[in-house]
């Protein structure tokens, strides 16, 4: 609701700033961070970028570059609804709401759209972190967590499992921070949950991407090989994160500050070697395009019917 609100409001204004972003670190970074921030969503602004490539607006490096900053931005949205602003939600829901009726331009219906999109989900993570704090009173939840406590590979996979069912990687780092302040799971266990959640977080973009062109794959692509490094690479000092951090910060803000140091990372170690990752991902790809389905639409997609060109 809050991506077609945005495409169909600034669609044109979006893919001109993508073409003047175009070879540009900064612009591409930021771009990507405040759209991932403004949508909640960094797998909703990866897909945009994607798109952007396979129509090419923008080069697959731009468009990978972009998707980092999505990355980044996402922590961003973990930071604000960590903090639990019960009013936000049905504020943004009533303005969007009463805005949208009492709009005549399709513009501002878009925008109205877009700002009750956002109300939404703001409402349904505040939902999750309550109904997280309920589940912590079910003792066979708890002595289903209690089983594999100390096993972070489970941990790690059921948080990929959790965010491919939610398809939100906020939701789930969010869950990890419920469950830590009411005692559930322990703050290492919740770090290993923030890493599942960040391996799902590149995993739904290449599972919605996958019958797309070589073109808008191949930044999907590098996308999750430099996440699954980075995340290789974190793995083993969770437990010396877990004390050194517990010194500096309350537990419950742990996670949103792991959460961000790793997307921060990923970040940086992606735009210092996104021509070798790029280059990974491309041969990792080749000879995997997808045929051509010669029953469907070759050049035009149904989103574009709500834009203007």
Aim: proline residues 3%; glycine residues 6%.
């Amino acid at each position: 609701m809050v991506r077609t609100g945005v495409m169909r409001s600034y669609g044109t204004n979006l893919k001109r700033f993508a073409r003047r972003s175009e070879g540009r670190v900064i612009p591409a970074l930021t771009s990507g961070l405040v759209v991932a921030a403004l949508l909640q969503s960094s797998t909703a602004t990866i897909l945009i970028a994607a798109s952007f490539a396979g129509q090419s607006l923008i080069s697959i490096s731009s468009a990978f570059i972009t998707m980092l900053g999505a990355d980044v931005g996402t922590t961003i949205a973990v930071l604000i609804a960590s903090q639990k602003f019960t009013t936000i939600p049905p504020f943004l829901l009533a303005i969007g709401v009463f805005g949208f009726i009492g709009s005549k331009e399709n513009k501002w219906k878009n925008v109205f759209r877009a700002v009750s999109g956002l109300g939404m989900i703001l409402l349904a993570l505040l939902l999750i972190s309550r109904t997280a704090g309920q589940l912590s009173e079910l003792n066979q939840f708890r002595v289903f967590l209690q089983i594999f406590e100390n096993q972070p590979v489970f941990f790690v996979f059921f948080a990929l499992i959790l965010t491919y069912l939610a398809y939100s990687s906020l939701a789930v780092v969010l869950l990890s921070v419920s469950f830590l302040v009411t005692g559930l799971i322990g703050l290492s266990d919740g770090l290993y949950l923030v890493l599942g959640a960040n391996l799902g977080s590149g995993l739904l973009p290449l599972i919605s991407n996958w019958r797309s062109s070589a073109i808008e794959r191949t930044p999907v692509m590098a996308n999750m090989i430099v996440r699954v490094i980075c995340i290789a690479a974190f793995y083993p000092f969770v437990n010396y994160v877990t004390q050194f951090a517990i010194e500096f910060m309350s537990i419950e803000l742990v996670p949103a500050f792991y959460h961000l140091s790793l997307n921060l990372t990923v970040a940086v170690i992606g735009i210092i070697f996104s021509k070798r990752i790029i280059a990974l991902a491309e041969k990792i790809l080749s000879g995997q395009e997808v045929e051509v389905q010669l029953d469907h639409p070759k050049f035009l997609e149904s989103s574009d019917f709500s834009m203007p060109a």
